[in-house]
């Protein structure tokens, strides 16, 4: 079984740029989760979904910041424009359920962002 | 707020050795505990989920406990190899939240 998919792998753009990962969660997983990764730290959640809706965006910069999740399947998470602080890895997980950190999560390998 | 601390943030030990791993947790409303390990520029895999009603859940090497009470949580692994060097993450499940809140990591190097 396929496990979670996430690219591009590594992203390295200017900063004012625009910039898009995308993730294909495990099939039937119902839920997807998009964290930030700063370096030396642990994730932390920008926006969950469970099937197409947003059930938690609070931690999502919402004035850059934006993501979706059409079909409820893949999911595209996007900054417009990027900054220096934007460099991070941006991690996308899936659940079974709609149970959130009551259950067991998968995660991708990761985006690897670098703003210049 | 629920902060999720692990200490050490990292520890290098000779191949063979026993050793723990450490995380505290300063909310007792959690729905479980679990441990993650992520190699370099790899995402995370799950290890051991343990609910809160548990005390403690074992895999082969691995043997994980939780003290809700004080907010504790050990990793145990046994007889330690080159192959487990990576960073152990810890993640409590928020009763309050929802979410699952992760510590910043205890980095591993388990030397030949």
């Known amino acids: 079984e396929a496990g979670v998919v996430q690219s591009p792998r590594y992203k390295i753009i200017e900063k004012k740029q625009p910039v898009a990962f995308w993730c294909n969660p495990i099939?039937?997983?119902?839920?997807l989760y998009w964290y930030l990764q700063n370096l030396g730290q642990g994730p932390e959640l920008l926006i969950r979904?469970?099937?197409?809706?947003?059930?938690?965006d609070s931690q999502l910069p919402k004035d850059r910041f934006s993501a979706e999740r059409l079909k409820g399947v893949d999911s595209t998470l996007k900054i417009q424009p990027a900054e220096l602080g934007d460099s991070a890895v941006y991690l996308c997980?899936?659940?079974?359920?709609?149970?959130?950190?009551?259950?067991?999560?998968?995660f991708g390998p990761g985006t690897r962002l670098l703003v210049l | 707020k629920q902060e999720v601390t692990q200490i050490p943030a990292a520890l290098s030990v000779p191949e063979g050795e026993n050793l723990v791993l450490n995380c505290s947790f300063t909310?007792?409303?959690?729905?479980?505990l679990q441990w993650f390990r992520q190699d370099p520029g790899k995402g995370l895999t799950s290890l051991l989920l343990?609910?809160?009603?548990?005390r403690e859940q074992t895999s082969g090497r691995l043997n994980a406990s939780l003290d809700k009470s004080s907010g504790r949580s050990t990793l145990y692994i046994a007889a330690s190899q080159p192959g487990d060097s990576a960073t152990y993450l810890c993640?409590?499940?928020?009763?309050?939240?929802?979410?699952?809140?992760f510590g910043q990591g205890t980095t591993l190097q388990v030397k030949p």
């Open positions: 997980a899936s659940s079974l359920g709609s149970l959130g950190g009551q259950e067991t999560q998968y």
């Open positions: 099939s039937g997983h119902n839920t």
């Open positions: 979904y469970e099937n197409e809706e947003a059930v938690d």
């Open positions: 909310d007792s409303a959690i729905y479980n």
């Open positions: 343990i609910q809160s009603s548990q």
């Open positions: 993640a409590v499940g928020s009763s309050n939240t929802g979410k699952l809140i």
